[in-house]
């Protein structure tokens, strides 16, 4: 549905600054693509080259088939219209009411009265606002406005919604149900959506692809699930750990002095990542009946990405050299992710 190939974008000025430096991805239809990086990554500038609000120095962009870096003024207008937007600050007109607002874009397309009274009455009731058609936007609640902003980029029956960090100005209930409403959309209309943040929860939640965008470069990219449960860069790391804890508590490092290699008489600290089935697997009842070891439970945690279970469990194994090569061999053959942490001695 949208392709980017080499995308660079530099803001000329009296220091020119190189906001996107050669980005390529591709959004498959009626996915929600999630794009996460810090302030000044590049985040808003990539989304913005989606629909041509920034001209890309360089590079493609293809949305539905079309490349849209050589349309001509009126052709852009037109392709426009299957991309709808919105933003962190909503960007209602304060002088219109809800229906007013949404309104809009019918308006500067020179639909009769009717026909917008046509689209709009079941809009409204999509996102929940028939009641407050009349209402101007200095009466409603960010989440409302947000809805409202969702509404009107919907007006023109678009194939794309773009979002720029459109749940950032809101409290965690109310960004739940934008999301929600997001999500909604989404399968109702098949909507294909991309979205902007800097907050993984909000990937977490909703997102099926992510890519992790840093200093105007892809520097990651791939399946929701994937880069949780496997994120490569120290960025994709720390946005992972932001949401879902996958280290040992500091209390407990600090109890212990872990060395990163083997040393006599140590216990194994490993830290063992399931995912899906192996969530329910008794692998630590069968590695004490099934070998020489104890086992001891360092920390635990499950949580649920998209309905899949993700389950993080750190332990201590201890037992005589040989117990602990079975046990390692027997944790590798299964099928979830091993990682040793470190070695703590006995005597510890
Ligand atoms: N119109 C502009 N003119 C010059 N520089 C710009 C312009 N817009 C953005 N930049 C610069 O480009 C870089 C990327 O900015 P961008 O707004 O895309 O980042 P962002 O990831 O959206 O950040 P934030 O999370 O703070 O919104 C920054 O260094 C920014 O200062
Ligand atoms: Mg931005």
């Given at each position: 549905?949208?392709?980017?190939?080499?995308?660079?974008?530099?803001?000329?000025g009296?220091?020119?600054?190189?906001?996107?430096?050669?980005?390529?991805?591709?959004?498959?239809?009626?996915?929600?693509?999630?794009?996460?990086?810090?302030?000044?990554?590049?985040?808003?500038?990539?989304?913005?080259c989606?629909?041509?609000?920034?001209?890309?120095?360089?590079?493609?962009?293809?949305?539905?088939?079309?490349?849209?870096?050589?349309?001509s003024?009126?052709?852009?207008?037109?392709?426009?219209?299957?991309?709808?937007?919105?933003?962190?600050?909503?960007?209602?007109?304060?002088?219109?009411?809800?229906?007013?607002n949404?309104?809009?874009?019918?308006e500067?397309?020179?639909r009769?009265?009717?026909?917008?009274?046509?689209?709009?009455?079941?809009?409204?009731?999509?996102?929940?606002?028939?009641?407050?058609?009349?209402?101007?936007p200095?009466?409603?609640s960010?989440?409302?406005?947000?809805?409202?902003?969702?509404?009107?980029?919907?007006a023109?029956?678009?194939?794309v919604?773009?979002?720029?960090?459109?749940?950032?100005?809101?409290?965690?209930?109310?960004?739940k149900?934008?999301?929600?409403?997001?999500?909604?959309?989404?399968?109702?209309?098949?909507l294909?959506?991309?979205?902007?943040?800097?907050?993984?929860?909000?990937i977490?939640?909703?997102c099926h692809?992510?890519?992790?965008?840093e200093?105007?470069?892809?520097i990651?990219?791939?399946?929701?699930?994937?880069?949780?449960?496997?994120?490569?860069?120290?960025?994709?790391?720390e946005?992972?750990?932001?949401?879902?804890?996958?280290?040992?508590p500091?209390?407990?490092?600090r109890?212990?002095?872990?060395?990163p290699?083997?040393i006599?008489n140590?216990?194994?600290?490993?830290?063992?990542?399931?995912?899906?089935?192996?969530?329910n697997?008794?692998?630590?009842?069968?590695l004490?009946?099934?070998f020489d070891?104890?086992?001891?439970i360092?920390?635990?945690?499950?949580?649920?990405?998209?309905?899949?279970?993700?389950?993080?469990?750190?332990?201590s194994?201890?037992?005589?050299?040989?117990?602990?090569?079975?046990?390692?061999?027997?944790?590798?053959?299964?099928?979830l992710k091993?990682?040793?942490i470190g070695?703590?001695s006995?005597?510890?």
């Amino acid at each position: 549905m949208i392709k980017l190939t080499n995308v660079t974008k530099t803001y000329v000025g009296k220091n020119d600054v190189h906001a996107l430096k050669g980005v390529s991805l591709t959004v498959e239809p009626g996915e929600i693509y999630g794009i996460i990086g810090l302030s000044g990554a590049g985040k808003s500038t990539l989304i913005r080259c989606i629909n041509m609000l920034e001209k890309p120095t360089e590079g493609s962009v293809i949305v539905d088939g079309q490349e849209l870096t050589s349309l001509s003024t009126d052709k852009l207008r037109e392709a426009r219209k299957k991309i709808g937007m919105i933003f962190q600050h909503f960007n209602l007109l304060s002088s219109r009411t809800v229906y007013d607002n949404i309104a809009f874009p019918l308006e500067l397309e020179g639909r009769s009265k009717q026909e917008i009274e046509q689209t709009i009455t079941p809009l409204l009731e999509l996102v929940g606002l028939t009641d407050k058609k009349y209402h101007y936007p200095s009466q409603l609640s960010g989440g409302q406005k947000q809805r409202v902003g969702i509404a009107r980029a919907l007006a023109n029956n678009p194939e794309v919604l773009l979002c720029d960090e459109a749940t950032s100005a809101l409290d965690p209930q109310t960004t739940k149900s934008i999301l929600e409403l997001l999500q909604d959309v989404n399968r109702k209309l098949k909507l294909t959506i991309v979205l902007i943040t800097h907050e993984m929860h909000v990937i977490k939640e909703i997102c099926h692809h992510v890519a992790v965008i840093e200093n105007g470069l892809i520097i990651e990219q791939g399946k929701v699930i994937d880069v949780f449960t496997n994120p490569q860069s120290a960025t994709a790391k720390e946005f992972v750990g932001s949401v879902i804890s996958t280290n040992l508590p500091e209390e407990i490092i600090r109890s212990f002095s872990l060395s990163p290699v083997p040393i006599p008489n140590s216990n194994i600290i490993a830290r063992l990542t399931f995912l899906g089935e192996s969530a329910n697997d008794p692998v630590i009842a069968s590695l004490i009946r099934c070998f020489d070891v104890d086992v001891s439970i360092l920390f635990g945690n499950i949580d649920y990405i998209q309905g899949n279970p993700f389950g993080i469990l750190i332990i201590s194994i201890s037992g005589n050299e040989d117990s602990l090569k079975n046990t390692m061999d027997y944790l590798n053959n299964k099928n979830l992710k091993v990682e040793v942490i470190g070695y703590v001695s006995t005597n510890d």
